[in-house]
């Protein structure tokens, strides 16, 4: 019996030495695969497979999962990931509201939450509970700044707001009015719309009676469409913009002629064959798309490259995190976010990150591109 738990004990010393001398990280992934915002998130979802499936001497396991664009079942979601599959850190969710909804459990838990989400409140104002969250979308100052300056350039005077009912409209709402009054623009309606509305035609109806110069829909994908449609059809002649909220295929496809002369700021990858091959994102952004394609038969929209970059975000921050403590503790996702936030100067699919206390986004003007609408594609718009 001794000789038998001799060997036995030799045995398990022996696999031990000959185990791989790492452990595994594991990434939880919420993505709105289904629901009202699935244009978005399913871009997102695809995206999964291409992420990094090692970081420096870490294997890494991505567990992905639905959350049929629902901020509730977000939450469900989170707290299972955390609880039952001790995640590490998580990408997503896909909507601004499920990431608003997040920011409280992310900071009880201690878990870094990368969100591919436009509204800049999910990092903005920086707070002990937000210190856990990053942006992988550039925040809503930097397009904005870019719109505001067009229309101050082509003699835009007065402007009408229509955007959702929610998180990404209210943030858009407060940057927009900041910047307009700072540059003598007098917003002359604002409207809101919920994301599964079917009908803004009392909205835009009130708009359209304002008279403005121009229109700045704040909106994300297939509903970024229904208000400017509608506006047009009423007969609007003034300039519609819209935020990167609208920077997919489905908003040309589903948009046609109406959205013919819109004007976006947004990534790069939208007119990745008029980008400078010297802008030191422009391979990193054609390495995903060809990886994408190969894989899905079709080109990606935007919102899934900030899925992508959260991977590499990941895979620069993880190594420095696994020097300090183990995968699995609190020590470690603790490691990982302060590792995240001293990001400097990664590049990405959309641009160069480089985060900081106070920036959890991490964006300048290098990651965005002034984009319009013509002959029903994107094109960049040249001064």
Request: glycine residues 8%; hydrophobic residues 45%.
């Amino acid at each position: 019996m001794k000789l038998t738990r001799t060997v036995f004990a030799l045995s398990v010393a022996l696999a031990a030495l000959a185990a791989p001398a790492h452990s595994q990280v594991k990434i939880g992934v919420i993505a709105s695969a289904t629901g009202p915002t699935a244009v978005v998130g399913l871009p997102q979802r695809n995206t999964v497979p291409l992420l990094p499936t090692k970081m420096g001497d870490l294997t890494v396991e991505y567990i992905s999962m639905d959350d049929a664009s629902d901020p509730n079942q977000t939450v469900t979601l989170f707290k299972k990931m955390i609880s039952e599959d001790k995640i590490d850190a998580l990408i997503g969710p896909t909507g601004s509201p499920n990431a608003m909804g997040l920011i409280q459990f992310a900071a009880d838990s201690g878990t870094p939450v990368l969100a591919p989400v436009g509204a800049a409140s999910v990092v903005l104002p920086m707070t002990e509970q937000k210190k856990w969250i990053f942006k992988t979308t550039q925040n809503d100052d930097i397009i904005a700044q870019a719109l505001v300056k067009h229309m101050v350039d082509n003699g835009v005077k007065t402007a009408g707001f229509l955007g959702f009912n929610d998180a990404y409209g209210e943030s858009w709402l407060t940057v927009f009015k900041e910047l307009a009054e700072a540059n003598n623009i007098d917003i002359v309606a604002t409207e809101r719309y919920v994301r599964s509305d079917t009908s803004v035609t009392g909205q835009a109806l009130k708009i359209y009676a304002a008279k403005p110069d121009a229109v700045l829909v704040a909106g994300t994908g297939a509903a970024a469409v229904l208000p400017q449609v509608t506006l047009v059809k009423q007969g609007y002649k003034g300039q519609i913009y819209q935020t990167h909220g609208a920077a997919l295929p489905a908003f040309l496809s589903l948009g046609g002629e109406q959205v013919e002369g819109t004007i976006l700021a947004a990534s790069l990858m939208l007119v990745l064959p008029e980008i400078a091959d010297s802008n030191p994102a422009k391979p990193i952004a054609q390495d995903y798309i060809q990886r994408y394609t190969e894989r899905y038969g079709q080109a990606p929209a935007t919102f899934g490259a900030n899925v992508y970059d959260a991977g590499l975000l990941l895979e620069k921050a993880v190594p420095v995190a696994a020097a300090k403590a183990k995968p699995g503790t609190p020590e470690f996702r603790s490691a990982l976010r302060d590792a995240l936030e001293q990001t400097r100067d990664l590049i990405a699919t959309q641009g160069v990150y480089t985060m900081t206390p106070e920036d959890h986004s991490g964006f300048d003007e290098r990651g965005r591109e002034l984009i319009t609408v013509r002959d029903g594609q994107w094109r960049l718009l040249k001064p």
